[in-house]
Nanobody, 114 residues
Framework: EVQLQAYGGGWVQPGGALRLSCASS????????IYWLRQAPGKELDWVSH???????RYEDSVKGRFTVTRDDAKNTLYLQMTSLKPDDTAMYYC????????RGQGTQVTVSS
């Protein structure tokens, strides 16, 4: 089964920034729509963003203007640049093949607190 691994999370103060990476072995990210999802404690898995094969991305309203997805096709890696982070952004972040989380790996924890 194809799995996408997200990494790069950590703890950051409100207003800070983090860059998450999404990689997969043997699965060309550039040929598929790739989703960023997140799950806060006690809440459902939520859509954050998705990027289609052309590289165009769409974002959930609460992250628009703060989060940006880029892709490095040579490295087969997708990045989620997160800026102006807020405590509400605290969650486990995943990259996946669909909005339900298909193919997501263990995820990476992002904690925003002072």
């Amino acid at each position: 089964e194809v799995q996408l691994q997200a990494y790069g999370g950590g703890w950051v103060q409100p207003g800070g920034a983090l860059r998450l990476s999404c990689a997969s072995s043997g699965f060309r990210l550039s040929l598929h729509t790739i989703y960023w999802l997140r799950q806060a404690p006690g809440k459902e898995l939520d859509w954050v963003s998705h990027t289609v094969a052309t590289g165009a991305s769409r974002y959930e309203d609460s992250v628009k203007g703060r989060f940006t997805v880029t892709r490095d096709d040579a490295k087969n890696t997708l990045y989620l640049q997160m800026t102006s982070l807020k405590p509400d952004d605290t969650a486990m972040y995943y990259c996946a093949r669909d909005s339900m989380g298909l193919g997501r790996g263990q995820g990476t924890q992002v904690t925003v607190s002072s």
